[in-house]
């Protein structure tokens, strides 16, 4: 669909007529979208275009209703393919953290690769601890998340969507629900990931930061993706006329 | 005599008239599975139903059935060389359980009638009974039945007391008031609210010869007699060797000697105050209190698995699955805990022909009851995780049944603990109504007591009291596990 698809590097992410309803009420309305390997692609959008739902169908928290998306190699809208075997390969971050108030840090981090077997208890601790000291957080490893401020939450989400080593990472407005002197820790931790080359999709209302970090911007309006391409193009040239309302009521 | 018609309580004969209209239209009545073999009684073992608590005939002493009754089918068993397993289960209880074949005989203090002979077989009588009145120890007004004129007595309801008492009731002037239990007919004349009260002779004389604060002033009318009894052409050896073993009694002085054990010269201890009713009365009632601990205990762990299992039901997306578990609650929420009882314990084993276990009818009865409200609390505890946490959970990969085990079940937890402790303390005390089905539960070793001493509001203080404390002891547990565990 997008100038991007042109790139070399292999898709990571196919999403192809991708139709979604809630009832009668059909959210998205036939979505093309091609992510490369290592690509960090930013969604932007009015409040109710379908952003987080187009997020959360790419691992499958949503029921797909037609069209096809493909994860990591991952048909996932074959009944056939084990949904969790694809969401190991796929690090979610939600708006208000998540993170399981009875466990400690580690213990949230440790989760999934000891439920899972992909490592013992201690190996699984060793691991997060160094995921903690990537996100800054290595004295909180046995704290409640409930001490927490929402910045440390909410980088502790995010070492713990990675400790299933993903490929891919998406946010659902990582920084939305915080107070705005901790939005930057947050989105430092993101820029790393980004350095280090991760495929990332970020759903976000930060136009700056979408500018900053974004190989590619894509704007969503009523379901559809209304207009795409690099960040200095979509700001700096919109082409539809929603875009340029949208963005003259944000920036 | 005591009993012509139907219970001592009232609400039985209901529930009970209930029950059996269900079970008419459910089907027919199996027919009888207990053991009824004709062929002589010599080595056999016979199940005799009683009721609970009719002194002398039957009470508790020290723990111990005994009574008239108990004595004397004892007694005859021997004469006889066949062997007895006593069940006090309740008069109404124990002509259900005779009807159903869950017994071979019942010896209750029971009048012959003509009613119960069409369903019944009885022996020769073993006793002649009368009515008799008795007034208040102090009282000196009243001599005889002219000065009850504008006065209130009391008899028990449906017994021959009630009969006579109201046969006069127009030519002396007063009024009769029907209460349920003999032991509160006596405390209402103690207590002034009635002068007098009309009951059969040998429960009275026992009654005053032990004390129970009233005295008899006028002469006993003679009365019917009591029988035992074996349903209609069953066990018709079982009566013939009571016939020959009462005959025998009668003839070699047995049988009169122990008739004055109970009303010449009562043997039973009469504790003379508060401390020495409770030294008596302890193990007793601690007996009960550990029927009463086990019994909600076993029904806690199954309604536990029971609510579990329907709670997690309940939030289905399966809609068949969804209205089994909605249909459970439903039912046992909006039925009486008794009637369960009851329908377990005499209705089912009239269906099914398999007779049940006391404990097993008191677990179904109370796990069934509370397994339906604990549905109701894990499906609250469920959904009131927010479901973000599920969603974050199986986003790492993990599937519903780990990710309800690890994430969302233990939030949940913590959430019901405190209304799980509440329907435990529900429980522990519903238990106390298992006693209409003659479970020796704590309440009910109370009412044991008191029917033999007539110490009614200190016994049941007594009562009370060990409850109190049982249940502040469980609540203090259950909130420092709560804490301990749920931090
Ligand atoms: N579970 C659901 N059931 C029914 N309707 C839903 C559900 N989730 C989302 N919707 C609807 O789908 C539409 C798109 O929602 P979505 O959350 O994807 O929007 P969004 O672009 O993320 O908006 P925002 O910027 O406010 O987060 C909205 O109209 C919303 O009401
Ligand atoms: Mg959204």
Redesign the interface.
């Known amino acids: 669909m997008s100038a991007s698809t042109v790139e070399a590097k292999p898709a990571k992410i196919t999403v192809n007529g991708l139709r979604k309803s809630f009832g009668s009420n059909e959210v998205l309305k036939g979505i093309d979208v091609e992510i490369g390997e290592g690509e960090v692609v930013c969604i932007i959008g009015p409040s109710g275009s379908g952003k987080s739902t187009l997020l959360r169908c790419l ?1 499958k ?1 949503e029921e797909i209703s037609a069209g096809h998306v493909v994860v990591d190699g991952f048909d996932v809208t074959d009944p056939k393919v084990d949904i ?5 390969h ?3 971050v ?1 708006q ?1 953290f ?5 466990m400690s840090v580690a213990e949230n981090i440790m ?2 690769p000891v ?2 077997k992909k490592a013992t208890k201690a190996e699984a601790r060793e691991q997060a601890l160094k995921l903690l000291d990537r996100v800054g957080l290595r004295e909180k490893a046995d704290a409640r998340p409930a001490s927490l401020s929402g910045g440390q939450k909410q980088r502790v ?1 995010i070492a ?2 990675l ?2 080593s993903p490929g891919i990472m998406l946010f659902d407005e990582a920084t939305s629900a915080l107070d705005p002197e901790m939005v930057g820790e947050v989105l430092q931790v993101i820029r790393d990931l980004a350095a280090e080359g991760m495929t990332m999709v970020l759903v976000t209302h930060e136009m700056g930061f979408a500018k900053e970090i974004g190989d590619r911007v894509v704007f969503m309006a009523d379901g559809v993706v209304c207009e795409s391409g690099k960040p200095e193009d979509l700001f700096g040239n919109p082409q539809q006329e929603r875009t340029k309302e949208f963005l003259s009521k944000v920036l | 005599m005591s009993k012509m018609t139907g219970g001592p309580r009232g609400w039985l004969k209901v529930v009970t008239a209930a029950l059996f209209g269900f079970m008419l239209l459910l089907g027919p009545v199996s027919p009888a599975f207990a053991q009824q073999s004709d062929s002589g009684v010599a080595g056999k073992k016979f199940v005799i139903g009683t009721d609970t608590t009719f002194a002398p005939f039957e009470f508790r002493k020290n723990g111990e059935l005994t009574g008239i009754d108990m004595d004397l089918i004892r007694a005859i068993a021997k004469s006889e060389g066949f062997e007895v397993e006593i069940r006090s289960l309740g008069f109404n209880a124990a002509l259900q359980a005779l009807t159903s074949n869950q017994v071979d005989g019942v010896i209750a203090g029971m009048s012959i009638t003509d009613e119960r002979k069409k369903v019944y077989d009885f022996s020769e009588p073993y006793f002649e009974s009368g009515i008799q009145m008795a007034i208040a120890k102090g009282n000196t007004d009243i001599k005889g039945y002219e000065d009850l004129r504008g006065k209130t007595v009391v008899a028990k309801t449906g017994s021959e007391g009630e009969t006579y008492a109201k046969s006069i009731a127009e030519q002396y002037g007063f009024t009769v008031k029907s209460l349920d239990q003999s032991a509160t007919m006596y405390e209402s004349v103690k207590a002034g609210s009635a002068v007098a009260v009309f009951d059969d002779y040998p429960v009275l004389a026992y009654g005053v010869a032990q004390n129970n604060g009233l005295k008899t002033v006028t002469e006993k009318v003679p009365g019917g007699s009591y029988g035992f009894a074996v349903n209609k052409g069953k066990n018709t050896a079982l009566l013939g060797a009571f016939n020959d073993g009462l005959a025998k009694m009668k003839a070699n002085g047995e049988y009169d000697k122990l008739l004055n054990t109970y009303l010449a010269d009562p043997t039973a201890e009469v504790p003379s105050n508060f401390w020495d009713l409770l030294v008596k009365s302890f193990p007793a009632l601690m007996k009960g209190l550990g029927n009463t601990l086990l019994v909600t205990g076993i029904s806690f762990v199954v309604a536990m698995a029971l609510g579990l299992l329907a709670g997690f039901m309940k939030i289905s997306s399966n809609i068949v699955v969804r209205g089994i578990a909605t249909t459970f609650v439903n039912i046992f929420r909006g039925t009486p805990l008794l009637l369960w009882a009851f329908m377990f314990y005499f209705g089912l084993p009239q269906l099914t022909g398999v007779e049940i276990s006391i404990w097993v009818a008191g677990v179904l009865t109370l796990s069934l009851n509370s397994g339906a409200y604990i549905a109701e609390i894990v499906r609250g505890g469920i959904q009131s995780v ?1 479901p ?2 599920l ?9 519903y049944g ?1 990710s309800m085990q ?2 969302v079940v ?2 949940a937890f ?1 959430m019901m603990t405190p209304s799980l402790i509440n329907q435990l303390i529900i429980m522990l005390k519903d238990s106390s109504l298992l006693l209409a089905i003659g479970f020796g539960e704590l309440l009910y070793q109370g009412q044991q007591i008191y029917a033999a001493n007539f110490r009614v509001t200190e016994t049941l203080i007594i009562v009370g009291l060990i409850y109190f404390v049982a249940i502040m002891a469980l609540t203090k547990l259950a909130n420092y596990a709560d804490r301990k565990f749920n931090k």
């Open positions: 691992n928290l969790n075997e694809v969401r190991r796929v690090g979610m939600f208000h998540n993170l399981f108030p009875h989760l999934a439920e899972l989400a713990r969507a400790a299933m | 927010d973000g946490q969603e974050a959970s199986r986003s790492l990969g993990l599937g780990k690890k994430v233990p939030q913590k």
